[in-house]
């Protein structure tokens, strides 16, 4: 799977932005996909996770309640939106595929084979 993330940039605290990753070269329907980020000089860390089919999702818990993860199987492609932020989100994130039909899903990325590059986010106080 070839991972295209789009959409980071500057931002003020308390803003938000919407993160979008384009996936091709295998069939999109047969990943759970997700979100990870490295802040600077720290290790990448899971952020979110949705099922194949959306079904299920799985959040960290400094995203809960702010930040949503959600798929469009039609259009091979996942987002991240992601409100209230705050410069403690500062990071790059990247998507991530698993090849999984399972309808559970797990946020370690060790179980992610397929990585984007990264998309800078940088929240200002």
């Known amino acids: 799977v070839q991972l295209q993330a789009s959409g980071g940039g500057l931002v003020q605290a308390g803003g938000f932005l919407r993160l979008s990753c384009a996936a091709s070269?295998?069939?999109?329907?047969?990943?759970?996909m997700g979100w990870f980020r490295q802040a600077p000089g720290k290790e990448r860390e899971f952020v979110a996770i949705?099922?194949?089919?959306?079904?299920?999702?799985l959040y960290a818990d400094h995203a809960k309640g702010r930040f949503t993860i959600s798929r469009d199987n039609a259009k091979n492609t996942v987002s991240l939106q992601m409100n209230s932020l705050k410069p403690e989100d500062t990071a790059v994130y990247y998507c991530?595929?698993?090849?999984?039909?399972?309808?559970?899903?797990?946020?370690?990325?060790?179980?992610?084979?397929?990585w984007g590059q990264g998309t800078l986010v940088t929240v200002s106080s």
């Open positions: 991530a595929a698993r090849f999984s039909r399972r309808p559970t899903v797990v946020g370690g990325e060790r179980y992610y084979r397929w």
């Open positions: 070269g295998r069939p999109f329907s047969d990943h759970a």
């Open positions: 949705i099922s194949w089919n959306g079904g299920t999702t």
